[in-house]
């Protein structure tokens, strides 16, 4: 596609339900990244994948956090468990090459997540 | 890890006055982007600049790699302006894109 794209936009839901968010990132881009963004804060990194695997996760905070990319382009992020604390807006990358040189990082508009 | 600084944390302008917003970072970079958060949310690419100075309409950013700093200038300011600018790198550690807090901007009419 365009750009990145990231489903759902908005997700309410109670706390201990599961809940999975997805990201389509650009056609072609072979490394995809999750980011969480609290209000007032900066973006804060979560999990990246080169190709299918996940070549870094040391920024999942729990083991309810779980995010895969079967084929090397989808990625779905899932949370189980949910706690009023998962609350934030949940942001896809993704960018041409991995790391360490990476060419430019492409942002989606995130999934906005509201555990109540 | 790599620290990003960046300075000031706030802003308000008026409308047409020019600013200059600073990125300080703790390593070596093999990757510096700036980003304008909108209001809906939305990181909006700026510049891709690990290096050197570019250029795009009434904003401009030069990265001085060796001294491990950059500055983005926005000229003519205008209420659109308005929103959070991040800068963020990629250091030589493999370490994906790292974040500063942030400068929040505000023009005003």
């Known amino acids: 596609g365009a750009g990145v794209s990231q489903t759902p936009s908005n997700k309410v839901t109670e706390k201990g339900k599961y809940v999975e968010l997805r990201c389509d990132p650009i056609?072609?881009?072979?490394?995809l990244y999750w980011y969480r963004q609290s209000l007032g804060q900066g973006p804060e990194f979560l999990i990246y994948?080169?190709?299918?695997?996940?070549?870094?996760d040391s920024g999942l905070p729990n083991d309810r956090f779980f995010a895969v990319r079967p084929e090397g382009s989808v990625s779905t992020l899932k949370i189980q468990r949910t706690e009023r604390g998962d609350s934030a807006v949940y942001l896809c990358?993704?960018?041409?090459?991995?790391?360490?040189?990476?060419?430019?990082?492409?942002f989606g508009e995130g999934s906005r997540l509201t555990v109540l | 890890g790599i620290q990003v600084e960046q300075s000031p944390p706030d802003l308000i302008l008026q409308e047409g006055a020019n600013s200059t917003l600073r990125c300080n970072f703790s390593?070596?970079?093999?990757?510096l982007q700036w980003f304008h958060q909108n209001p809906w949310g939305q990181l909006i690419n700026l510049f891709y600049?690990?290096?050197g100075t570019k250029q795009n309409g009434r904003l401009s950013a030069t990265t001085v790699a060796t001294e491990r700093y950059s500055l983005l200038y926005i000229s003519s300011s205008q209420t659109t302006d308005s929103g959070v600018y991040f800068c963020?790198?990629?250091?030589?550690?493999?370490?994906?894109?790292?974040f500063g807090k942030g400068t929040r901007l505000s023009v005003i009419a």
């Open positions: 963020a790198v990629v250091d030589s550690g493999n370490t994906p894109l790292v």
């Open positions: 390593d070596s970079v093999n990757n």
């Open positions: 600049i690990p290096s």
């Open positions: 990358a993704s960018s041409p090459y991995g790391l360490p040189n990476t060419g430019e990082l492409f």
């Open positions: 056609s072609g881009h072979t490394a």
């Open positions: 994948f080169q190709g299918t695997g996940a070549a870094d």
